[in-house]
């Protein structure tokens, strides 16, 4: 056992779980997977928590996890990409009415500046609920 023959101190030696894991394993991969111990002798093994049975359970977990936030990233990316787009629109609206006090009177004195307004409300509204319904995660059911 690798975890026995090496010191105490390294518990962070390459695994022969990760290099079994591989599509492709070449000699120079061995070698990189080898624990040291002497001056003439190379060591190959699991870490002190893995076996033969344990590691494919681990690396399929690591893998999930990536595949995970993976996901997130991608169906987060949309909502983060409409709330800035949100925020141009707002922004574009401030700044008209803080440039000009003629659009700050016409959208918020006028009839037709009113419902323009409420136009805009409504479409955001409408797309919100859109985006959220897109971007919802998916359940499966058996």
């Given at each position: 056992m690798l975890p026995v023959?090496?010191?105490?101190?390294?518990q962070n030696h390459p695994s022969l779980g990760e290099l079994l894991s591989q599509s492709r394993i070449s000699q120079t991969?061995?070698?990189?997977?080898?624990?040291?111990?002497?001056?003439?002798?190379s060591l190959i093994g699991y870490?002190?928590?893995?076996?033969?049975?344990?590691?494919?359970?681990?690396?399929?977990?690591s893998k999930m996890r990536t595949v995970s936030e993976?996901?997130?990233?991608?169906?987060?990316?949309e909502i983060k990409m409409y709330l800035s787009v949100l925020a141009i629109i707002g922004g574009i609206i401030l700044a008209a009415c803080a440039l000009n006090n003629d659009w700050k009177g016409f959208l918020f004195c006028t009839t037709k500046?009113?419902?323009?307004?409420?136009?805009?409300?409504l479409v955001i509204f409408v797309t919100l609920i859109?985006?959220?319904r897109l971007t919802k995660p998916v359940e499966f059911r058996r």
């Open positions: 023959l090496t010191p105490a101190g390294k991969d061995i070698l990189k997977y080898s624990a040291p111990y002497g001056d003439e002798i870490r002190l928590e893995e076996n033969e049975t344990t590691y494919p359970i681990v690396a399929k977990l993976e996901l997130d990233y991608e169906m987060y990316k500046g009113k419902i323009s307004l409420s136009i805009t409300a859109r985006v959220i």
